[in-house]
Nanobody
Framework: QGQLVASGGGSVQAGGSLRLSCAVF????????MAWFRQAAGKQREAVAT????????YAADSAEGRFTISRDNANKMKYLQLNSLKPEDTAMYFC????????????????WGQGTQVTVSS
């Protein structure tokens, strides 16, 4: 079992940017799909973006594509989520997650989770 440690959240005004980071320990990083999910208050956890072992990206949240960028650094076992042009509706707890090999946007397919980092966007 691995450990995922997310950081980089904060409070910004609409239009601002944040870069979320996730350090991964105890997993063969290059063999895992990496993903970011988010959960707003009172809502279900939803996929934001995934990146495959080969670096192919998928943006699951309609509002994410074009504003968010997911990336991974296999050498340093890190993954990132660059959040640009943030909107109040992006306010949520953001979680990093990992699953072996193939990617999915189904939260139930992931068993490795970080603790979450809060993103708050004010208007």
């Amino acid at each position: 079992q691995g450990q995922l440690v997310a950081s980089g959240g904060g409070s910004v005004q609409a239009g601002g940017s944040l870069r979320l980071s996730c350090a991964v320990f105890g997993l063969t990083f290059s063999h895992y799909c990496m993903a970011w999910f988010r959960q707003a208050a009172g809502k279900q956890r939803e996929a934001v973006a995934t990146v495959t072992v080969d670096g192919d990206t998928t943006y699951a949240a309609d509002s994410a594509e074009g504003r968010f960028t997911i990336s991974r650094d296999n050498a340093n076992k890190m993954k990132y989520l660059q959040l640009n042009s943030l909107k109040p509706e992006d306010t949520a707890m953001y979680f990093c997650a990992a699953k072996p090999l193939t990617c999915s946007t189904d939260r139930n397919a992931f068993y490795e989770w970080g603790q979450g980092t809060q993103v708050t966007v004010s208007s």
